[in-house]
């Protein structure tokens, strides 16, 4: 009698051990975006459960059909009846004009399902020609750093440089953003000694201005100047950049909200305009319209929303600035993608 007890004993579990599984469930399988313009980051969360009366396990993390999605997964178990929220982001720079499909793929040791499939669809509609997008201008981000001391960045400058004077540029590197760095001294001395010290610190991607100041004066005149030009003769260094490429990749963003918003955060080299400065900025910008459009700067006009960088940037494009642009989705698209990266407030 005891033996057929225990007889029953085993077959009870191991039957309750084949029944007993993991089972991943989902909220759905497609989500639909409707229409988005090009450059708005598309975020949908899908829930994952687990219906099983076993731990389910994500045997690795989750599949995208291209580097345009994202979809990691916060924990890798599920306990029966637990949940996790799947972030999936879309970016769709490049996506405009086209009805799109993203693919995530979710693989778990549910023994019925190990492989789910989860989608995201929708139009990606083009941008305007006078808008770009928060992705388009992190790619193209420069930042000039002007070393010389504040007296000399007082006397002249090239618009949009940031001054940090030579003494202090090792504590710069808390703020500075880890984007290309284009050194500028006086007249190409200082360059080599400050470009190394950052790439020391890890800003890999730092160039030296050849000949300073004085040599893009040589070059280019008072174009793109702010005040006296210097009056040293330029010194070419072998390793150095010429003007030429500088003034190719030369990048100026123009943020027009209030003092008050600038003040609490902007982005690293940002000309503070404000909703009606931008008309004293002009003489500056103007003689750009008379160059070929690959030595025109970059201009990026930002906000917290769309409407007055919009207007600028036709503004602009219509006086000739083939390269001025909104910011699709304004500040808040920068801030959903990169957090405070290359944001400074001021000091």
Same mark, same amino acid.
């Given at each position: 009698?005891?033996?057929?007890?225990?007889?029953?004993?085993?077959?009870?579990?191991?039957?309750?051990?084949?029944?007993?599984?993991?089972?991943?469930?989902?909220?759905?399988?497609?989500?639909?975006?409707?229409?988005?313009?090009?450059?708005?980051?598309?975020?949908?969360?899908?829930?994952?459960?687990?219906?099983?009366?076993?731990?389910?396990? &994500?045997? +690795?993390?989750?599949?995208?059909?291209?580097?345009?999605?994202?979809?990691?997964?916060?924990?890798?178990?599920?306990?029966?009846?637990?949940?996790?929220?799947?972030?999936? +982001?879309?970016?769709?720079?490049?996506?405009?004009?086209? +009805?799109?499909?993203?693919?995530?793929?979710?693989?778990?040791?549910?023994? #019925?399902?190990?492989?789910?499939?989860?989608?995201?669809?929708?139009?990606?509609?083009?941008?305007?020609?006078?808008?770009?997008?928060?992705?388009?201008?992190?790619?193209?981000?420069?930042?000039?750093?002007?070393?010389?001391?504040?007296?000399?960045?007082?006397?002249?400058?090239?618009?949009?440089?940031?001054?940090?004077?030579?003494?202090?540029?090792?504590?710069?590197?808390?703020?500075?953003?880890?984007?290309?760095?284009?050194?500028?001294?006086?007249?190409?001395?200082?360059?080599?000694?400050?470009?190394?010290?950052?790439?020391?610190?890890? &800003?890999?991607?730092?160039?030296?201005?050849?000949?300073?100041?004085?040599?893009?004066? $040589?070059?280019?005149?008072?174009?793109?100047?702010?005040?006296?030009?210097?009056?040293?003769?330029?010194? &070419?260094?072998?390793?150095?950049?010429?003007?030429?490429?500088?003034?190719?990749?030369?990048?100026?963003?123009?943020?027009?909200?209030?003092? #008050?918003?600038?003040?609490?955060?902007?982005?690293?080299?940002?000309?503070?305009?404000?909703?009606?400065?931008?008309?004293?900025?002009?003489?500056?910008?103007?003689?750009?319209?008379? +160059?070929?459009?690959?030595?025109?700067? &970059?201009?990026?006009?930002?906000?917290?929303?769309?409407?007055?960088? $919009?207007?600028?940037?036709?503004?602009?494009?219509?006086?000739?600035?083939?390269?001025?642009?909104?910011?699709?989705?304004?500040?808040? $698209?920068?801030?959903?993608?990169?957090?405070?990266?290359?944001?400074?407030?001021?000091?």
């Amino acid at each position: 009698m005891r033996r057929a007890w225990v007889l029953v004993g085993l077959l009870v579990g191991i039957s309750a051990s084949v029944w007993s599984a993991p089972r991943l469930a989902v909220s759905e399988l497609v989500y639909d975006f409707g229409e988005v313009k090009e450059g708005i980051l598309v975020i949908h969360r899908f829930i994952l459960r687990n219906e099983g009366d076993s731990v389910l396990n &994500f045997t +690795r993390q989750p599949g995208v059909s291209c580097g345009c999605t994202s979809a990691p997964l916060p924990k890798m178990a599920l306990e029966p009846g637990e949940s996790v929220e799947l972030e999936v +982001r879309f970016e769709t720079t490049g996506y405009g004009g086209r +009805r799109t499909i993203r693919y995530v793929y979710v693989y778990s040791d549910d023994p #019925e399902r190990p492989q789910l499939t989860l989608s995201l669809q929708g139009y990606v509609a083009p941008p305007e020609p006078y808008e770009n997008t928060v992705y388009m201008l992190k790619a193209r981000y420069r930042v000039l750093v002007d070393v010389r001391t504040r007296e000399a960045f007082a006397r002249g400058h090239l618009l949009g440089a940031v001054n940090v004077p030579l003494a202090e540029l090792a504590q710069a590197t808390a703020w500075l953003p880890s984007t290309t760095l284009y050194v500028c001294d006086e007249a190409g001395e200082a360059g080599l000694a400050a470009a190394e010290m950052l790439r020391q610190r890890g &800003f890999w991607a730092t160039r030296v201005l050849a000949g300073g100041l004085a040599g893009w004066v $040589q070059n280019f005149g008072t174009y793109l100047m702010v005040g006296e030009p210097p009056q040293g003769e330029p010194v &070419f260094a072998p390793a150095a950049v010429p003007p030429s490429q500088l003034a190719q990749e030369y990048v100026i963003i123009l943020d027009f909200r209030d003092s #008050e918003a600038y003040a609490r955060e902007h982005l690293v080299g940002a000309l503070h305009v404000g909703p009606t400065g931008l008309d004293n900025l002009l003489e500056f910008l103007l003689p750009a319209a008379s +160059r070929p459009v690959e030595q025109q700067p &970059f201009i990026y006009c930002v906000d917290e929303g769309e409407g007055r960088a $919009q207007e600028a940037a036709q503004f602009l494009q219509a006086l000739g600035l083939q390269r001025a642009y909104a910011l699709v989705g304004g500040l808040p $698209q920068w801030r959903i993608r990169y957090g405070s990266a290359f944001m400074m407030g001021v000091p």
